[in-house]
Structure formats: C-alpha cells, structure tokens
C-alpha cells in the first residue's frame, strides 16, 4: 500500500501544519543565512561574534527539528496535484527541485551541528543560552579534528550558496505560476485569512 505522501492527492492546498511549518522554515535558513554572512564579511568584536555564533547554532537546532517535522508531515500527508496541463518534464523538474530543497535543508544544519562537534575551539553549544546541546558523538572524540573541521566548513559553505539559489528558484517559480500561468500553485502555500479569492484561470487557448 503506497503512503498518503505518495498516494494521487484532490486537495487543493497543503494543511495548515505544512504551510506554518514551510514559513517558519523559510524565515529560518533565511536568517541563519543572513547571519552567516554577516558574521563572514562583517569586522564584528569578539563578543558579538561569539553572541551570533551562539545565536546562530541554536536557531539551526530548531531549524533542524522543524524540517524532520516537515519531512515527516509530508510522508505522512498528501500534497496538492500540480496543474494537469503542466508539462511531464516541467514536473518532473519541480519535484527534483523539491527534493534537492529538502535534501539541502538537511544537510545544512547537520553539516553544521558536525563542524561544531569537530570544533578545535571546543565551545559548548547552549541552545538560547538556556538548553546545552551535545557534541555528535563519534565526531567529538576524534584526535584530529582540524582536517575535518576545514572539510566540513566548506559542506556546510557550498550547502548554504546551493540552498540559497534553489529559494531563489523557488520563489521565482512560484511567482511565474502565479503571475505568468495564473494558475493555483502558490495559492496552495499561502495562508488561508477566510477569503474565497483564487487565482485566476487560465484562458482557453482556441
């Protein structure tokens, strides 16, 4: 029996959970990406330094749970169809994207929950200055951490840019189907106020 995730779906939207999850998610990675830039090419203090970076691995823990919550909502429920005059290979193209985006946001705070375990630096993480956070075992045991500190630096670098463009895909996607094929692709992700609007159809081509 195939699971609701992979079952034929007629609903129209993504359930409340998924949708307040993707935004949530969303404005995550989108600040612990601003943050990472900021504390790369900014000249900041020690101390403020030392605050982001704080702040910044305890905003990817929480990150980190929210997408194994998302992946297992998705498993678990059934997504909208896509349009059904979509191109096969247009298709096929969205649902390699997606899978690339949730690969990615995996990656990215698992790779940087490892490069803080290898950390020659040692600083314990504690997680909004209140809940401490362990080291991934096997990793911080290691005799030589610097090499796979430095590998895991750059992971968790090339992750961050290959993320960030896949949003940026994404959301210029969205827009197409919203303001270019008029179709109810985005309708399906944004929050539901009560309203009865939808998109408008597409013209019947003679």
């Keep these: 029996m195939s699971s609701p995730a992979r079952a034929a779906s007629g609903t129209t939207r993504y359930t409340t959970v998924a949708i307040i999850l993707h935004w949530t998610i969303a404005l995550g990675i989108l600040t612990l990406i601003a943050m990472g830039l900021i504390m790369d090419h900014f000249h900041l203090d020690t101390v403020r330094v030392f605050q982001l970076y704080q702040l ?12 194994a919550l998302r992946v ?17 290979l247009e298709k096929k193209g969205a649902h390699l994207a997606h899978l690339a985006l949730y690969g990615l946001q995996v990656l990215l705070p698992l790779s940087g929950w490892a490069m803080v375990s290898v950390s020659v630096l040692g600083i314990p993480t504690v997680l909004f200055g209140t809940v401490p956070w362990p080291d991934l075992p096997v990793l911080s045991t290691l005799s030589d951490k610097a090499p796979v500190e430095t ?5 968790h670098h090339w992750a961050s840019w290959g993320l960030l463009g896949l949003i940026i895909l994404h959301v210029a996607a969205a827009l197409r189907h919203r303001f270019v094929l008029h179709d109810h692709v985005l309708h399906q992700m944004l929050p539901s106020f009560g309203t009865s609007s939808t998109p408008r159809q597409k013209r019947e081509t003679p």
């Excluded at 910044?56 to 997408?67: A, R, Y």
């Design 151 to 155: 590998a895991l630096k750059v992971v």
């Design 56 to 67: 910044h691995k305890s905003i990817g823990i929480t990150v980190m749970f929210l997408i």
């Design 72 to 88: 297992g909502w998705r498993f678990a429920h059934s997504a909208p169809a896509l349009p059904a005059d979509m191109p096969p």
